[in-house]
């Protein structure tokens, strides 16, 4: 058996082909399901295993789909694989090495919420991945994996690629389903949530791939097996997409409870010309950034140990900084980002991050000024709380953080090491 | 006339097959790409085809080409070099790598290069963070990934580029 | 009744129904929540987050799900920490809700300040100064400036042509999306979106032409600041300096609920309108009116007025003349010709026009006609929508029939109310011979030929089918009919139909039941009322006639009859029309706008309009002159203001005897609140302040209606081409004529075929043709359209092409 749950085609070479995911008992799960299950069990399994969502809210799974309204039908599963976060590249690597994996997993959470139309949302720069996905689909279909009446049974189940065309927004699941529905990708307001108000206005499941891809297994080995191979808190595993100054940038599968030094200095390889760690960001451009103290770096990967540093585990994008770098550009960075993305559609970060964008340029380019500092500073408080989705939420996380926690990239008196 | 229509009648078919028969507004991002796919930018007689397909308002086809940042609504270069500067990569030297591109092709970013074959211009996160520097191409064959570049081997490629398009007119006449 | 829910607002306890949001419960009790994206009529999408509050919510024990008490027995109350936005919230039970605490009010500030990141601040030269929620919001708040840098602000186009009719200002536009909103959600047209994203989003339409709906005036009012505009009132006058005077639209049986708004220019003296504005009126039109209503008011301005009484001099050339000199000819003249006097009166007169010409007439033993082939004003009297009715109300209960119109086209704000009514769940039936856009709300499309509109409708009653089990089980039943494809003979017997349908169906006689006569003109019903009647022969009675008074109609330049040589005509008209033209004495009159009276709307509804301009000229209002005519005659009329002949109407005219003027300018409480001092609320709509009229009852409320017999009309046309008339909006009529602004927009000199047919007769889109009907020939161009029914050539009214009913018709191409 590999020792991966996900990224198995690490030790499972050629995992993508049909016959080979087959040998290794692909389709099994599924058609089990299909054959002698209740929709209701399955979602009970996902439910005590413990699985959360793998986009970066770490939304209970087998509760999201147990929250499927079952007076308005149809209902339809939605796969994100958006992926757009800067740092994160893991649901890039699933799909392209592991697909069957990936389209099982969309399958049994399709039949356990009744669905019998799934979309697979991709960015548009993933075309070619959704071309391959296409053939890997059509070869379901004529293997009778996937179809009219699944295994002689009256369920059955269409699964569809659709592309995003650049934009992040749509990564945020009700912005992809109205981009999905052929409108500008901008969220809608929640409540009400896709379970009971999603694509084209009936009850869905939008979950993350990495998700999706764990489903199988869980199914074949049981909920317990899952959760022991976690914590008490997180159970099973995480893709971590390790990127920035490290030597060995890529994706790495852990179970939950590893720290960050095992991640960065053991799978990473450590920091680029052995400099010193500076800062983590544990969730992308999104995250609130961490000084990289031992503590943190100790401190067991876990959603609720992350929340305690002060920050999110999210995605699972681990973008590693090191003392080269001054904050100053790496917010600038961020906010650049966000700026260009900003759907729009409400004020504090459509206007907003276009003030910090303003703002974080001009202390990039040598105007530290107190009074410069202390204005960004303001404008991102008062984004905060205030936005229409998390995109303007997240905006502030690195402007608040970077000068709360990196005082002296900010012409200010540093903080002592301890505290950080 | 339906030029759309009448090049491409078994594509849109299978694009329309993917959604309910009710939900057909869900096609007009495919049929956006479609669209574009020949000369890298649409038309605007293209919005108006498209609303007829799907029994919209041009108006709502146009306002997607302007949201979305895939879809273009003027002629570029034949093909558009995008190098990824988001945080991770140019944490890991893509903005240099811009930087040498460019003054190689004697541009700057967001300019094309004499012989109207490259415009270079920077682009957000693409999700291959770990093998910056990396960019993307769109051009006539759709979108592609180039990772783990440096200038000489992007020089050479846009070389290859070149000849072929060469050898392409050359055809054509 | 429904569910109503307390909690309290800024420590006030607030009683609403379930379902009402914070904003909405707010006003209310008279609490003002800030908007920007939020409208009354429009879904909330919570985007501009001005309205943000605190809400505290009572807690519950999660196990028992019992409120928690406080140690002083009132509910303990819960608040998350963050703020919500009061548009996108509803009520619940126990809500307490802080809309002005201090983290509120700090939010509101940074929400402003960051809105004016964008904003260029040139409110000195805007045409929303005054009246614009983002300059009344940011004087409120204080704040002076931002302190976002003014040159880093983004720059936008200005005033750019959004249509023919609107003009978009970028810089201003705060991305409510209310007139994205407007356009999809009620209009029914989304032709307007948002092009880009983030800070560079804007407002674009690629339609063609752009802005195309004939709604587009109606996104200026919602817009909160000064983004969008029409183009007639750019830069024209300022809010402050203009009245405002309380008037109905004039161009349809609708009969809008619309405020004039008039400025005296100091250097000319001279007093115009500067704007026509809707009124609200929640039984009417809601905010909202047409832009034919918004934009046709030019017409008044006209300096093809007639200003002038004038006669004919002996060399047949008409001149003007004192009032004195021309009342003398007339008196003469119908003094010595008593006998065969045709009073013809079009259906733009006021009641009291009608009512006095009627006296004049019957006093010299003439007969009143009505100009008009629609049929049905008695009916609508005795069958017609029951008192109390509001089509806005009318939901899954109700069952819709409209036939034989194009509510689109014949009175817009109907084809509005209807398909709002059809997505409340009213059950909808559209009849007609061709495609029409109500069709896309209807449950049930019934398709005939011309001439078998009368047999469709008696399907209903006779035949089974899904749509008429639905029009005999819902308890209300509402029918439109017009008079597409018909003459004045066979739209007798259709409007009988429609009667006999509804009273044998129990659809007569109360509340949102009865029968809608889709009326070519505003009045058409309160000229029925006052003894105006059509002719079914009209061309005859005309010739007949050895003397004929003519008010607000031309049946020369409408084709009705060659001429009307060797009579004496008396015409009174606003401006020189081709009957006018040929009169011995024409007498001008004032336009709307210029006086006061009531209009009877199609839904019976009789409301007063007030002058908001001072005469033009010399003219007098149409019942005016026939008083004074009555007085040079000897004939006893009341020779008062039009409030006093109304008094007269209701007195002697038993339909409007329940009438008071107390009663006409009633005006009940009314939501959404429209409140001048919230105008983001619900845009620069005019609070009603002068009555919303008074629905009449009708005939069947006291008495048992009995069914009508008729005989069917023959089926069908035979071979050949077949021309139709139809009405469209902006037909080239005098008033839409002269109102230069909608000049792009007009019908062109087209007649409209099946491609298919223009391919047998050997035409394209571009080609000129004569078609020929009987004896007249006349020359136009094409346009194709393929919901054209094959066989059928429409002809919209008013291009030019004289054409009373349904006709056999010949195409040939012009080389
Ligand atoms: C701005 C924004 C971008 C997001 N991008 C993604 C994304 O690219 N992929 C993803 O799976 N979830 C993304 N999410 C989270 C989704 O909204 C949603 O929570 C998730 O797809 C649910 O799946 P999960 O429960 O399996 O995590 C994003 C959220 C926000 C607010
Ligand atoms: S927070 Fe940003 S991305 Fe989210 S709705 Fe508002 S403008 Fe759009
Ligand atoms: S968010 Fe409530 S009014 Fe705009």
Redesign the interface.
């Known amino acids: 058996m590999s020792k991966y749950v996900l990224l198995r085609h690490r030790d499972i070479p050629n995992i993508k082909d049909l016959k080979v995911y087959q040998d290794q008992d692909g389709f099994k799960a599924f058609k089990k399901a299909v054959t002698s299950l209740d929709q209701g069990e399955v979602t009970e399994i996902v439910k005590a295993s413990g699985l959360r969502g793998r986009g970066g809210a770490g939304f209970p799974t087998g509760l999201k789909w147990s929250f499927m309204d079952q007076d308005n039908w149809p209902h339809y599963v939605v796969a994100n694989a958006d992926e757009s976060e800067p740092g994160t590249f893991k649901d890039r690597e699933i799909i392209e090495e592991n697909p069957l994996q990936f389209l099982e997993g969309v399958a049994i959470g399709s039949y356990a919420v009744g669905a019998q139309l799934a979309y697979i949302y991709l960015r548009g720069e993933f075309w070619q991945l959704a071309e391959f996905l296409d053939g890997k689909i059509n070869e379901l279909e004529k293997a009778g994996l996937l179809g009219e009446n699944l295994f002689g049974t009256e369920y059955s189940l269409k699964i569809h690629t659709h592309l995003g065309a650049g934009a992040y927004i749509c990564g945020e699941e009700t912005a992809l389903l109205e981009s999905l529905e052929g409108k500008r990708g901008q969220p809608r307001l929640r409540p009400p949530f896709p379970p009971s108000f999603g694509l084209y206005g009936k009850p869905t499941v939008v979950n993350n791939v990495e998700t999706f891809t764990n489903i199988p297994l869980i199914m074949e080995n049981g909920a317990e097996w899952y959760r022991d191979l976690g914590t008490e808190d997180s159970a099973g595993v995480k893709v971590f997409s390790l990127s920035g100054r490290v030597k060995k940038p890529g994706n790495y599968e852990l179970p939950f409870g590893s720290t960050y030094r095992e991640l960065i200095f053991e799978h990473g390889g450590g920091i680029l010309n052995d400099a010193q760690i500076k800062a983590i960001m544990p969730a992308g451009a999104s995250s609130a950034i961490l000084r990289a103290s031992d503590k943190v770096l100790d401190t067991p990967l876990e959603y609720a140990s992350i929340r305690k540093l002060g920050s999110d585990l999210g995605s699972g994008s681990v973008i590693v900084i090191d003392e080269t770098i001054s904050m100053d550009w790496v917010i600038k960075k961020t906010i650049d980002f966000f700026k260009h993305e900003s759907c729009g559609k409400c004020t504090p970060c459509r206007e907003g991050n276009y003030w910090m964008s303003y703002l974080t340029r001009k202390i990039h380019s040598g105007e530290k000024t107190e009074e410069q500092i202390q204005l960004l500073y303001d404008v991102a408080s008062n984004i905060q709380g205030k936005c229409l989705c998390a995109l303007g939420e997240f905006s502030v996380m690195g402007v608040l953080t970077s000068i709360d926690r990196f005082p002296e990239d900010f012409g200010r008196e540093p903080i002592g090491s301890d505290k950080g | 006339m339906n030029d759309l229509l009448s090049k491409y009648p078994e594509e849109i078919k299978t694009i329309l097959a993917k959604y309910p028969s009710e939900q057909k507004r869900s096609a007009v991002m495919p049929l956006l790409f479609l669209a574009q796919r020949k000369e890298g930018y649409i038309r605007e007689q293209a919005l108006s085809e498209i609303s007829q397909i799907l029994d919209i308002q041009e108006t709502e086809v146009a306002t997607l080409v302007g949201f979305y940042t895939l879809f273009h609504d003027g002629k570029t270069g034949i093909y558009h070099i995008q190098v990824c500067t988001d945080l991770c990569c140019a944490l890991r030297g893509s903005e240099d790598f811009l930087t040498g591109l460019c003054e190689a092709l004697e541009i700057k970013p967001g300019e094309t290069s004499q012989d109207g074959m490259v415009t270079v211009e920077e682009v957000k996160c693409l999700a291959a963070c770990d093998k910056a520097p990396m960019f993307q191409v769109q051009g006539k064959d759709g979108i592609s990934y180039h990772e783990n570049c440096n200038v000489d081997n992007t020089l050479e490629m846009i070389q290859e580029w070149r000849e072929s398009g060469a050898a392409e007119q050359e055809e054509t006449k | 009744m429904s569910e109503k829910i307390t909690l309290t607002i800024d420590s006030q306890q607030v009683i609403v129904e379930k379902g009402t949001n914070i904003v909405d419960a707010g006003k209310s009790v008279g609490i003002d929540i800030s908007v920007f994206c939020y409208h009354p009529k429009l879904e ?7 309205c ?1 509050v605190e809400i505290g919510r009572p807690q519950r024990e999660r196990s028992t799900g019992e409120l928690v008490l406080e140690a002083d027995g009132t509910p303990q109350i819960y608040y998350s ?3 919500e936005t009061a548009c ?1 919230v509803p009520v619940a039970e126990g809500m307490v809700v802080h809309t002005a605490n201090e983290k509120v009010t700090t ?1 509101r500030e ?2 402003l ?3 004016l ?2 904003h260029p601040l040139d409110c000195p030269v805007c045409d929303k100064g005054g009246e614009c929620s983002l300059q009344e919001l940011t004087f409120g708040y204080g704040l002076s400036e931002s ?3 003014l040159d ?1 602000k ?1 720059h936008l186009g200005k005033h750019l042509p959004l249509g023919d009719l609107i003009t978009l200002d970028q810089e201003r536009c ?2 409510c ?1 209310r007139c994205v909103r407007f356009q999809k959600e009620i209009a029914a ?13 804007n407002i ?5 032409p752009p802005f195309d709906s004939y709604w587009s005036g109606n996104t200026t009012d919602l817009c909160p600041v000064g983004a969008l505009t029409t183009k007639d009132f750019r830069f024209e006058a300022r809010i402050w300096e203009m009245n405002a005077s309380p008037s109905i639209c004039s161009h349809c049986p609708v009969g809008c609920n619309i405020t004039l708004n008039t400025r005296r220019d100091p250097k000319t003296g001279r007093s115009t309108i500067q704007r026509v504005m809707p009124r609200q009126n929640e039984w009417v039109n809601e905010l909202w009116i047409c832009d034919k209503g918004r934009f046709a008011h030019h017409f008044t301005a006209s300096e093809q007025r007639i200003t002038k009484p004038l006669a004919r001099n002996s060399k047949g050339k008409l001149k003007p003349v004192s009032w004195q000199k021309a009342f003398k000819i007339a008196a003469e003249r119908l003094k010595s010709h008593p006998d065969g006097l045709v009073t013809l009166a079009g259906g733009r007169l006021a009641n009291e026009d009608f009512y006095q010409l009627r006296t004049l007439t019957e006093g010299l033993s003439g007969k009143s006609v009505l100009n008009s082939s629609l049929a049905g004003g008695d009916l609508t009297a005795r069958v017609g929508l029951g008192q109390g009715s509001n089509i806005k109300d009318l939901g899954s209960e109700t069952v819709i029939l409209v036939v034989a119109c194009d509510l689109e086209e014949e009175a817009p704000l109907w084809w509005l109310r209807v398909k709002a009514a059809a997505e409340n769940g009213a059950t909808l039936i559209v009849v007609n011979p061709r495609e029409t856009k109500l069709e896309r709300s209807a449950e049930y499309i019934l398709r005939y030929e011309y001439g078998e509109e009368t047999q469709t409708v008696l399907d209903l009653l006779e035949k089974k089918s899904e749509e008429s089990r639905a029009f005999k089980e819902k308890e209300n039943g509402v029918v439109f009919f017009g008079a597409e494809g018909m003459n004045f003979k066979s739209s007798q017997i259709l409007a009988q139909a429609c009667a006999n349908l509804l009273i044998k169906t129990n659809h007569v006689g109360k509340k949102n039941n009865g029968l809608i006569a889709v009326w070519p003109e505003a009045n058409s019903q309160g000229a029925w009322d006052m003894g105006f009647k059509p002719q079914e022969n009209l061309p005859e009675v005309l010739k007949k006639a050895e003397t004929l008074i003519i008010a607000g109609a031309d049946p020369i330049g409408d084709g009705i009859i060659p001429d009307l040589d060797g009579k004496f005509l008396l015409v009174q008209e606003l401006f020189l029309t081709e009957t006018a033209s040929r009169a011995d004495l024409v007498l001008p009159v004032l336009a709307i706008t210029e006086k006061s009276g009531t209009f009877t709307s199609g839904e019976r509804r009789v409301q007063l309009f007030e002058s908001a301009l001072p005469a033009s000229g010399e003219c007098l209002a149409d019942y005016e002159i026939a008083a004074k005519l009555g007085l040079a005659l000897g004939l006893e009329m009341i020779q008062g203001s039009s409030e006093q002949v109304l008094e007269e109407i209701i007195k002697y005219q038993p339909d409007y005897a329940s009438l008071t003027l107390a009663a006409l300018r009633e005006v009940p409480e009314q939501q959404p609140y429209v409140t001048n001092k919230a105008l983001s609320y619900t845009g620069t709509v005019f609070k009603n302040t002068s009555g919303v009229g008074v629905q009449l009852p009708v005939a069947a409320e006291n008495t048992k209606i009995s069914l009508e017999k008729f005989t069917l009309p023959k089926k069908g046309f035979g071979n050949g081409m077949l021309a139709v008339p139809v009405t469209r909006l902006y037909d080239r009529g005098i008033m839409i004529r002269t109102s230069e602004i909608l000049g792009p927009r007009l019908i062109k000199n087209q007649l409209i075929v099946n491609p298919i047919d223009a391919k047998k007769a050997g035409l394209s889109a571009d080609s000129r043709v004569d078609i020929s009907l009987g004896k007249r020939t006349f020359e136009a161009a094409v346009d194709l359209d393929q919901t054209i029914p094959e066989g059928v050539i429409l002809i919209p009214r008013n291009m030019g092409i004289l054409l009373d009913g349904p006709e056999k018709a010949v195409l040939k191409a012009v080389k």
């Not at chain 3, 909330?44 to 001005?50: F, K, L, T």
């Open positions: 909330p999408v919570g985007a501009c987050r001005i943000l920490g963050n703020l996108t939010a940074d929400i300040e960051f809105i990141t964008s302190r976002f840098p880093e983004i705060i991305q999306g047209d989304p032709v307007l979106a948002f092009y880009h994203r983030g800070r560079k989003a674009v339409s690629y339609s063609n």
